[in-house]
């Protein structure tokens, strides 16, 4: 069958190297997840490192033409390959309420559109592995204190511990990408006691990277916090000097004051 033609539009850059794939695949061995998700197959490459096994794979992907590919490739899966736009799905439904892990090589250009929406069903996803931009993926698992260590990295941190696994050269993509690839994997947390507002977390994370040149002082006064709470000498921090952990205490503070 006729090979599918990359589409910038939709950030496509198929993964040639068989050796790349098969260990992209492998950081689901101690994974205990028999539910699978596979974002962005494009022409199934990684996918035949999947399908073996005793776990339920289903392949999610936009692209009419890869689908269409894939259904002729992969015939026996043809009820299991949905032509959908991930960042629209309710992710809930995709195995009826059961948890599963994703795994991709994901397209570039919605990298932090994909991250926000595992963060957004994360009580359903316990292991999320794959290929993005080095850089993102490097941003994701940086430590504090770093001009790379941002919202994604806070609030990854927060529910999951992340670890960067190898570089990827453009040579083994078709089209080659102007960057590097990076492939990293997050793994929940296990022991995550949730006895904080969620959605402030978020909206102090949010906010105080927006203006992360300045002290959390003077970056969270758009969120009405009292006199006497700002004068913690946590606020004389600039974001990027604090943890995942150090955040969420801050948020307690903060919605404690509220209350």
Known sequence: MKAVSPKKKLGQHFLNDLN?????????????CKNIVELGPGMGVLTQFL???????????????????LNHKYSKMQKDILNEDFLKM????????QSFGIIGNFPYNISSQIIF?????????????????????QR????????????????????YNPQYHFDVSPGV????????????????K????????????FKIVKTGFQQRRKTLRNSLKSLNISQLILEDSIFDLRPEKLSSA???ELTKKVGNAKI
């Open 90 to 97: 309710d992710l809930s439904k995709i195995f009826n309420g």
């Open 173 to 188: 993509f078709n089209p080659p990408p102007k960057v590097d690839s990076g492939v990293f994997s997050l793994t929940r």
């Open 190 to 201: 296990g022991n995550l006691i949730i006895d904080f507002d969620e959605n402030l977390l």
């Open 140 to 159: 994701i698992c940086e430590k504090p204190g770093t001009k790379a260590y941002g919202i994604l990295s806070v609030l990854c941190q927060t529910y």
């Open 51 to 69: 399908i073996s096994g005793q776990r339920n794979l289903k392949l999610i992907e936009i692209d009419n033409e890869s689908v269409t590919y």
């Open 117 to 137: 929406k595992v963060l957004e069903f994360r009580q359903y996803i316990p292991f999320f592995c794959g290929m993005f931009q080095k850089e993102v993926a």
């Open 246 to 248: 150090q955040f969420i």
């Open 20 to 32: 790349i794939a098969q260990k992209i695949a492998d950081l689901l061995q101690n994974q205990n």
